[in-house]
Every structure is written in structure tokens, then in C-alpha cells.
């Protein structure tokens, strides 16, 4: 994973391109989703986060929730909870059935200790402030109240930061072209549970590692392309640097039957100090 400038971390948390453009509707959430299709081993996700939550009654908030893949799954598994879904971007919620509401996670729209449980799923590397918000979701889970967080390590995907480089590069007559945008540094595996240990205590980190391995470079395309709302922090034009590293891919899979991809997600869970 690279590391952001300052700008670039501006721009990851930037409420007006995440709501306007980033996240407006599903589909580049949905295409950075889709690349997992490919990965062995397949985590199920949503099943994970459901038995997290087997002890959990009351109410839930999914913070964050984009295009319910979590919110979905809780609600057809859980019917007992009271589950409900935010997002900053009222667009990508449009297709979700209510309970779902317009929030910003810094300022939810909960009283102090009402929530059993919070998810923040991909999501809390995109606020604001990572610290207050934390704070905030603290003040509305009630005493010893579980907040389930998943993001990537630091080392995700690394071959998809060298081939968008050396794409980069290349367009730019450079031996070496401007990093790509990183969304999950500033809350990755490897920083969250010291951000958690502010608000949280019994921080456990369940990683989730595989590896993507792609016939075809259309994923690849795919992915790159979901980072069009960063696009003018690429430092090279965006659309030919994607087409020139789909054609480099292209040739990796020629040469070697595959073009491979290391990943490593993964959940957290803490709980609130009694």
C-alpha cells in the first residue's frame, strides 16, 4: 500500500467528493468489491461479522454502510436487531430499504449509550477526524457495547501499487511515476488499534490474508478505474496511465498465465470500557 501526501489524505476525507462523486451511487464501491471474486481463500464477510454479533441484542448501527452488502445480510440472518444503516452519501442509499439514514459519522444521530452494537466496515480511513470520530462512536454504544471495524494492511495489494507506478511512469517517460492514491492508509490494520485503545479495550485483530489471481485484466481495469473520484491527484493523466497498466497487465498474464495480487484485510473488535 503507499503512503498518502497530505493532500492526498485531504482528499480521502473529503465529504464533498466522497458523497458527490466517490460514493454518489454503488458502482465504484462495487468494483473495488468485485476483484475479492477472484481471491483464495474467499472470506464470507457479512458471515463473519454475524457471528461476531451472536451475542448482540438491541440495536445496531452500520456506519457507513454504502451499498448494504453488510446491512443486508445482518438483516436477513438477525431479524431480532434493530439494525439500522448511515452513510454520508444519500445516493448510495437509495436502493437500500429503511431504516437508513443520511449521517456523518462524526455527528451521529444517537443519544449517548443507545447502540449494542456499531459497524465501521472500509470505512473509518475516510472521516474526517479518525480520533474524534472514534470518540463519537463511543458516546452512543452503551457500556461494554461492541464496534466491529475492518480495513487493509499497509502491505494489501502492493502489485497493483507497483503496476500503477510503472504505468505512470511510462506515460510520464519517468523510470519511476507518482504512487496511486491510498484510501485505507490512514486507518490501516497496522494503525487502528492504537486509534481504538483511546475509546476501546479488548482491541482483537482477526487477519484475513489471501491471494487474487486474475486470468483476464479486466479486475485490474476495473479497480484502477474505482479511483476516478481521486483522479486529480494522480500526478498523470488517469484514464491513459489505467489503459497503459491493463496493457501491462495484459502481458504479465501472456508471459506467466497469471497476473497475481497479495491481499491482506482484515476485522477488529473492541467493546466499550465498563
Given at each position: 500500500?503507499?503512503?498518502?501526501?497530505?493532500?492526498?489524505?485531504?482528499?480521502?476525507?473529503?465529504?464533498?467528493?466522497?458523497?458527490?462523486?466517490?460514493?454518489?451511487?454503488?458502482?465504484?464501491?462495487?468494483?473495488?468489491?468485485?476483484?475479492?471474486?477472484?481471491?483464495?481463500?474467499?472470506?464470507?464477510?457479512?458471515?463473519?461479522?454475524?457471528?461476531?454479533?451472536?451475542?448482540?441484542?438491541?440495536?445496531?448501527?452500520?456506519?457507513?454502510?454504502?451499498?448494504?452488502?453488510?446491512?443486508?445480510?445482518?438483516r436477513a440472518r438477525r431479524p431480532d436487531l434493530n439494525i439500522v444503516g448511515l452513510d454520508l452519501s444519500a445516493g448510495i442509499l437509495t436502493h437500500?430499504?429503511p431504516p437508513v439514514l443520511v449521517a456523518d459519522a462524526q455527528t451521529l444521530p444517537f443519544a449517548d449509550h443507545s447502540i449494542d452494537a456499531v459497524?465501521?466496515?472500509?470505512?473509518?480511513?475516510?472521516?474526517?477526524?479518525?480520533?474524534?470520530?472514534?470518540?463519537?462512536?463511543?458516546?452512543?454504544?452503551?457500556?461494554?457495547?461492541?464496534?466491529?471495524?475492518?480495513?487493509?494492511?499497509?502491505?494489501?495489494?502492493?502489485?497493483?501499487?507497483?503496476?500503477?507506478?510503472?504505468?505512470?511512469?511510462?506515460?510520464?517517460?519517468?523510470?519511476?511515476?507518482?504512487?496511486?492514491?491510498?484510501?485505507?492508509?490512514?486507518?490501516?490494520?497496522?494503525?487502528?488499534?492504537?486509534?481504538?485503545?483511546?475509546?476501546?479495550?479488548?482491541?482483537?485483530?482477526?487477519?484475513?490474508?489471501?491471494?487474487?489471481?486474475?486470468?483476464?485484466?479486466?479486475?485490474?481495469?476495473?479497480?484502477?478505474?474505482?479511483?476516478?473520484?481521486?483522479?486529480?491527484?494522480?500526478?498523470?493523466?488517469?484514464?491513459?496511465?489505467?489503459?497503459?497498466?491493463?496493457?501491462?497487465?495484459?502481458?504479465?498474464?501472456?508471459?506467466?498465465?497469471?497476473?497475481?495480487?497479495?491481499?491482506?484485510?482484515?476485522?477488529l473488535t473492541c467493546r466499550t470500557r465498563t
Amino acid at each position: 500500500m503507499t503512503s498518502n501526501t497530505t493532500r492526498q489524505d485531504a482528499a480521502v476525507a473529503d465529504k464533498a467528493i466522497l458523497a458527490g462523486h466517490a460514493y454518489a451511487d454503488e458502482r465504484h464501491l462495487a468494483a473495488r468489491q468485485s476483484i475479492y471474486r477472484w481471491q483464495h481463500p474467499r472470506y464470507d464477510l457479512p458471515g463473519i461479522v454475524t457471528e461476531e454479533l451472536a451475542a448482540v441484542t438491541g440495536a445496531v448501527a452500520d456506519i457507513g454502510c454504502g451499498n448494504g452488502k453488510f446491512l443486508t445480510h445482518l438483516r436477513a440472518r438477525r431479524p431480532d436487531l434493530n439494525i439500522v444503516g448511515l452513510d454520508l452519501s444519500a445516493g448510495i442509499l437509495t436502493h437500500l430499504p429503511p431504516p437508513v439514514l443520511v449521517a456523518d459519522a462524526q455527528t451521529l444521530p444517537f443519544a449517548d449509550h443507545s447502540i449494542d452494537a456499531v459497524l465501521a466496515m472500509h470505512m473509518l480511513y475516510h472521516v474526517t477526524d479518525v480520533p474524534s470520530t472514534i470518540t463519537e462512536i463511543a458516546r452512543v454504544l452503551r457500556p461494554g457495547g461492541l464496534l466491529i471495524a475492518s480495513t487493509n494492511s499497509d502491505t494489501d495489494k502492493h502489485e497493483l501499487d507497483r503496476l500503477w507506478s510503472t504505468a505512470a511512469g511510462h506515460i510520464l517517460g519517468l523510470p519511476e511515476g507518482p504512487a496511486r492514491v491510498s484510501l485505507s492508509s490512514r486507518f490501516s490494520l497496522e494503525k487502528a488499534p492504537a486509534y481504538l485503545a483511546e475509546a476501546f479495550t479488548d482491541i482483537h485483530t482477526r487477519h484475513l490474508p489471501g491471494t487474487i489471481t486474475l486470468t483476464d485484466p479486466a479486475p485490474i481495469t476495473a479497480h484502477l478505474a474505482s479511483y476516478e473520484a481521486w483522479a486529480h491527484l494522480s500526478g498523470v493523466p488517469f484514464h491513459p496511465t489505467i489503459r497503459h497498466a491493463t496493457d501491462l497487465a495484459a502481458a504479465v498474464i501472456e508471459t506467466e498465465g497469471a497476473f497475481t495480487i497479495t491481499c491482506h484485510g482484515g476485522i477488529l473488535t473492541c467493546r466499550t470500557r465498563t
